[in-house]
């Protein structure tokens, strides 16, 4: 991250962030953090040894930093229910270490660690209720072979929480907790849209270039050629993320542009669910429930929408739209073929 612009402000104050990839913040302390479940394969993957250790402990809750790590959080845009939304960022999610194992890049990130720049009216923080469904569902992708970020740890913070759980006007205290979540990069879509937005390019190509030399590696220096190669496999990424998602009728409920992963991962796990029958209208979002944009059976099109989104926002950096169309109808023609092969 060091190698990005940051935020020359920190602290949580709540702030338009300009010009900056992410804010350096810290988690809050939780009261008196305990541990709830360990997936033991990811502590494994990581080569941590010993997770009954305090360390351990009071690094996944936010109770203490690595040393040589800064915690940040990420400034993007988006694009929520079809409309343009302005700055967003992880507004409860704070990345707490970096680190590189058997050639492999991790990011470790907590959710529900406290307030962020990000945070717009909302405390930051979680409940056990959303996050032993992040917990488990995170790992139950990844089996079903889904692209998807995983899961570290899920602990109580030791706080009480206040929800209006059924949205009626009657909030009430839950349990507080913190998922320590782990992926390649929490990078997303949106993290492009706000600076095209902004007409920032030179952030722009800033990000842009960094992804391409830490996760795309392979497609060489930065070029006009390259961008659209990188393109090009985020669109293959994402088409392949979501006819996953179809074959085994899991339903996102939220495909908003700053919650698809640039390396086409499942991200974010709010109100998803699972088709009982086949109801291609089926969403498990409440609030999504008069329009269904995001249901089941509208996941193909709303992926083809948001990197149609994410062409828009990289379109500076190529000047040119007939490639960038050329690739986008790939998408359409591509989904068809894989989605019956599948």
Partial sequence: SVELPSDPIEGSDRRQVEEACFSYVFPAHPSNPSLVHVA???LDELGIEDE???????IVTGNT???AFKPYAMCYGGHQFGNWAGQLGDGRAINIAEVEVNNKLWVLQLKGAG???????ADGLAVLRSSIRE???SEAMFHLGVPTTRALSLALSGDQVVRDVLYNGNPAEEKGAIVCRVAPSFIRFGNFEIFASRGDHKTLKGLVDYTIKH???HLGSPSKETYLAFFKEVVHATKQMIIDWQRVGFVHGVMNTDNLSILGLTIDYGPYGWLEDYNPDWTPNTTDAENRRYRYG????IGMWNLTRLANAIYPLIDEAAPLEAILKEYQDGFRDDYLSM
């Fill in 65 to 67: 930093s690595l040393p």
């Fill in 40 to 42: 033991k394969e990811m």
């Fill in 215 to 217: 996760f795309y590696t």
């Fill in 135 to 137: 917990y488990l569902c």
């Fill in 115 to 121: 307030e962020t720049p990000y945070s717009r009216g």
């Fill in 52 to 58: 009954s250790s305090s360390d351990f402990l009071n």
């Fill in 298 to 301: 509208n996941q193909p099109s």
